[in-house]
């Protein structure tokens, strides 16, 4: 999605840079489908590392698209490969977190000068996740600990690095901006084709993991996970999407609403159905009248969609029912289920507050998953947890409130995505793996987009001239 005002010369550049992105994909989609599906497995790592190096050194924008469809097409990917050549093959789905890895040799580059006071949101996060390695390791459980160290360490290594590259945060909030809207698209027209008519490898993906929490693998039986692996993954990067096409002026947003909108539907993750309205409320609240006319309206139309979706037979009764259970959660299953959980779990932590270690399975891994202060409890401790929860909730409460003079609306945006993510926070896991990388991408750009709002006002403030004696005194002050 180009911007308008664009020269030829800008768009030759644009689609030059993307070109490796588009082989890519152009390759390894078919060769999926094909009986060279065995060489996937090989192909994704090595090409994906090969094309983010390429785009990483050409242009931050187009290294940050790659990275977001490489979260999105790479679970469909393996899918598709397990069920080519009828064995499991969980190769695939290292890409994006070895391609998240490429910047690592830039902030290594600057080490000595990324460690200050404006990184020390990045820093404290680091450090406790640090603690519960080390946790892990005077358990003797570091393999353990090494196993999920970079679905929690990568993402926040890549949001430092968004705020060190900040005089290029533009290029990089555009290049999310992009890949998010269109990803939206594309993985909400393919979650309603996967709930009405559920694909082969789909299906069988499902029966040999056995995602029972993901409904039956029949038509009209599934909770939509559409090409990512869980509904609530998917969930989470369709609320960023559904958001970003509220604030977008880009002619297609209204198919982005309208795809995205009827798998997050169709997904029953009730946790981001309200992350989703919290978003909303925070758009309608914190834009100008203008932005809260086209919020509204916008909002009206997903009413109609919801509405729509309930007028199908199959489905009215699953969707009311999901719905119903905000209003009377003492007799939803898995509400119940869960708070018996977390008191088991508030009793664990008493007893051993300094944590389980990183990555230690203490037998509640599906408490884990729904729940990021489990999540960080079990891994980090209390010390741990309490300085990671702080340390984000004070950053993100800062960047949300904070109106910076200039700022796009595609940041008021942003902000009210990561509203979102916070909501969550006690109904999903969205501190560690893929969800983390969207949390800390959200970080990364407003935080690098306020930072250089203020030193672009230092420097202009700075260079004015110092206004004249006579100037400074008043007619009185002569007398």
């Known amino acids: ?106 902030l290594l580059s600057f080490s000595p000068r990324i460690i200050n006071q404006k990184t020390a949101p990045f820093l404290y996060a680091i450090a406790a996740v640090i603690y519960g390695a080390l946790i892990a390791g005077v358990t003797f459980h570091l393999a353990d600990a090494a196993a999920v160290m970079p679905g929690w360490l990568l993402p926040i290594l890549w949001g430092l690095y968004i705020y060190v590259e900040r005089r290029n945060f533009e290029s990089i909030r555009d290049g999310f901006e992009r890949a998010m809207l269109l990803g939206t698209f594309v993985a909400g027209v393919y979650g309603v084709i996967q709930y009405f008519w559920l694909p082969a490898w789909d299906s069988a993906w499902m029966i040999s993991a056995d995602m029972v929490s993901e409904g039956r693998p029949e038509p009209m039986e599934v909770r939509v996970f559409s090409i990512m692996n869980s509904s609530q993954l998917l969930a989470v990067f369709l609320l960023v999407g559904i958001i970003l096409a509220y604030v977008s002026k880009s002619r297609w947003k209204y198919f982005v609403l309208a795809a995205g909108f009827a798998s997050l539907i169709l997904s029953s993750a009730r946790s981001s159905w309200v992350g989703f309205v919290g978003a909303v409320l925070y758009l309608t609240f914190r834009g100008s009248l203008k932005e809260r006319l086209r919020v509204l309206a916008l909002s009206a139309s997903c009413v109609i969609v919801l509405i729509g979706l309930t007028r199908v037979p199959s489905l009215s009764d699953a969707v009311t029912e999901r719905l119903a259970s905000f209003l009377a959660p003492q007799n939803d299953l898995s509400a119940v289920d869960r708070a018996e959980t977390y008191g088991r779990v508030v009793h664990m932590l008493t007893e051993r507050p300094v944590g389980y270690g990183m990555g230690v399975d203490v037998g509640y891994a599906d408490a884990e998953h729904d729940s990021s202060l489990v999540n960080v409890g079990f891994n980090l401790g209390l010390p741990g947890g309490f300085v990671y929860l702080l340390d984000i909730g004070v950053l993100s409460f800062v960047l949300i409130f904070l109106r910076r003079k200039g700022e796009q609306p595609v940041e008021l945006g942003l902000k009210a995505s990561l509203v979102g993510l916070l909501l969550e926070i006690p109904a999903n896991n969205v501190v560690a793996g893929q969800i983390a990388f969207v949390l800390w991408s959200l970080v990364g750009i407003l935080y690098a987009a306020s930072t250089m709002r203020n030193e672009q006002a230092r420097r202009i403030a700075s260079s004015r001239p110092l206004p004249s004696m006579a100037l400074e005194l008043s007619p009185a002050d002569l007398i």
């Open 1 to 106: 999605m180009l911007k308008s005002g664009q020269n030829s010369a800008d768009t030759t550049r644009f689609w030059k840079d993307r070109v490796p992105m588009l082989v890519f994909f152009g390759i390894v989609l078919p060769l999926s489908f094909s009986p060279g599906a065995k060489l996937v497995p090989y192909i994704v790592p090595l090409g994906a590392a090969c094309v983010g190096i390429q785009a990483l050194r050409s242009n931050k924008g187009a290294f940050t698209e790659f990275l977001c469809w490489l979260f999105f097409l790479t679970p469909l990917i393996r899918r598709v490969v397990d069920y080519k050549i009828d064995k499991p093959e969980v190769l695939v789905l290292t890409a994006p977190f070895l391609v998240m890895l490429l910047p690592l040799a830039s």
